[in-house]
């Protein structure tokens, strides 16, 4: 199954817009990151619970997709 967690994308520091890549993981679990450019620490947010809200539904649609692949070929494939 695919895991939105092992996702990466690009933050800038608010302190000195030093891009650091983060994984989506990191930004559910609000970890907290150094900065690579400034070495400021900084407070990820998942801001009303968006990344876990989106996590859950990426699942969901990914095990339909499983579903309706299964059907139509009668095999099973992981994604
Ligand atoms: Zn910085």
């Known amino acids: 199954?695919?895991?939105l967690d092992r996702f990466d994308f690009e933050v800038e520091c608010p302190k000195c817009s030093f891009a650091t890549k983060i994984f989506y993981?990191?930004?559910?679990?609000r970890d907290v990151l150094i900065c690579r450019g400034c070495k400021a620490n900084i407070q990820l947010n998942d801001h009303m619970n968006e990344c876990r809200k989106a996590r859950r539904q990426?699942?969901?649609v990914m095990q339909e997709l499983?579903?309706?692949?299964a059907k139509l070929n009668n095999i099973t494939i992981r994604l």
């Open 1 to 3: 199954m695919i895991d």
């Open 25 to 29: 993981r990191d930004a559910r679990l």
């Open 58 to 60: 990426f699942h969901t």
């Open 66 to 69: 499983e579903n309706a692949i």
